[in-house]
């Protein structure tokens, strides 16, 4: 079918991602996400379209993460691994900042 929205799991190759990891025991989802991320950030790699897709679902389940992040998007009628059965390391509350938002 393809792409048939804007969402980063809006085509088949981020839901099936998604579903993939849906699948998988909670302990192997961080490694899934981080080997996708780090697919697409190796500068010596070029990234097919297949990889960016995967790599742009894992980075909204990466935000999703953040205290402040919005909840993973789910257009692709999978149900993506949910935010909070993911042990990603980066999860830690982070300290305020002293600088206003500007």
Do not use: C
């Not at 990891?21 to 070029?46: C, F, G, H, N, T």
């Not at 990889?51 to 389940?61: H, I, K, N, S, Y």
């Amino acid at each position: 079918m393809g792409t048939w929205d804007v969402g980063p799991f809006d085509n088949d190759t981020a839901a099936d991602f998604a579903r993939d990891l849906d699948e998988v025991a909670a302990e192997e989802r961080e490694p899934m996400i981080r080997s996708v991320l780090k697919r697409v950030a190796d500068p010596a790699d070029y990234s097919d379209a297949p990889d960016a897709e995967r790599a742009v679902g894992a980075a909204a389940l990466v935000v999703a993460q953040h205290p402040h992040g919005e909840p993973a998007p789910n257009g692709a009628k999978t149900s993506p691994a949910s935010a909070t059965t993911l042990p990603l390391r980066s999860r830690r509350k982070r300290k305020p900042s002293s600088r206003s938002n500007r």
